[in-house]
């Protein structure tokens, strides 16, 4: 039996019928997208019942797996690499990044160590010396390739503990937070959700936030901090998941620099507009902080999953993250696993490195730089056709509401029903609003002018309306 399933896959490896097959699906689902229905059909939806099976008891063969993938798992596949998915802040795909991507995945590398993938280390070396000069971060900032900046943020604000206790002379790692002294983390209460997680999941407790009120577009009102000191951790954002606002950098930065705390800013998204000259204005003061999360799979469009920390102190980033063993040789070149939280890990930075090498400096401020011309241009053409836009369109993000609350979920259920584009709902300062989000370099003009005509006719169709 077991002879019987090597010689099989020995089989598939020779014939590589299956490989090739998964080659046409999926260039043949890209030259699709455009005409797929943006979220899957109810129909297609109905379809997903056909996995519902047993785990079947005998092999099968790869090609079969590979046509039920295509022909179920396809159509049931939200349209995201297209041109008008505008939910969440999900990313398009750059080609190059794919193609890298689809290559490495055939290399199957483990990435901890140097030893497991010398091209894996040295890539994030070169990415690391690149994002820092992109960024214009100081020159002893090291990154961790990570998911996503939800692990990014459990990184950063560890490390930032494991910097502020051994000030304090407390080891943490060995004798825990019971006893500790006291440290205090000040955020915004417009932080992202997975910044309340970090702090949770880290033992911080969500009650002893000391939170901070922001303005009406979600930045931290900087009249409201508390006053700073050496054990505090200040958390701002680049980009709220909302609104798109940033914080105030350059005040803040700075100021909580002097009294000795450590800044942690969340850019998922919006650490991006550093690499865009028309936007830089956005992040000025980004350089005074201690870490930064941002991911590859938001605004520079990498494929999932692709998240990064960056960090001026690597000592403590390191010490929080360290794990040891037996078997584990670090050696004198860089091994990954230092500066994640995980072991094994994807070498998720080869798709990270293709999207910067192709697109270069130019091509990705053009790439941030148009998302925001996109985003301008749909609340432009929305006001126009009387809905109103209730937050500055400052980057790639657009609120808008229609009427009360009702005609703006109801607008959003039927345009999300239309398959023409989809996006998201949200509250916003105690209304609903229909959000926006542009993130991916495939949206075009038409695309935007086609998205908001089926805003329209969505709003048009809702009874009472003629
Ligand atoms: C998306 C997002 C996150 C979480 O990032 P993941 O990549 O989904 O883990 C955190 N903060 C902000 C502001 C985000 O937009």
Redesign the pocket.
Known sequence: MTDDIRRRMFAELDNKQALEAAHEAACRYIDGIADRPVFPSPAALQALDRFDHPLPDEPGDAMAVVRELDETGAPATVAQIGGRYFG??NGGVVPASLAARWLTDAWDQNTPLYLTSPIAARLESVCEGWLRDLFGLPPETVAGFV?????S?VCALAAARQRILTRLGWDVARRGLDGAPRLRIIASRAA?A??SRAIALLGFGLDRVEWVAADDQGRIDPAGLPALDSTCILVL?A???NSGAFDDFATLCPRAREQGAWTHI?G???LWAAASAGLRHLTAGIEHADSW?F?G??TLNTPY?N?VLLCRDRDALVDALQATGAYIEYGDQRDGMQHTPEMSRRGRVFELWAALKYLGRSGIDELVLGLHQRAAQFAAELAAEDFEIINDVVFNQVLVACGDDTATDATLAAVQRSGECWVGGTNWRQRRAIRISVCSWATTEADVTRSVRALVAARNSLPGTT
Do not use: E, P, R, Y
């Open positions: 969440f802040v998911s996503g900046t939800s692990l943020n992202h997975t910044v954002q980009g709220n998941v969340d998922a998204f919006g999360s991911d799979h938001k999953d998240g």
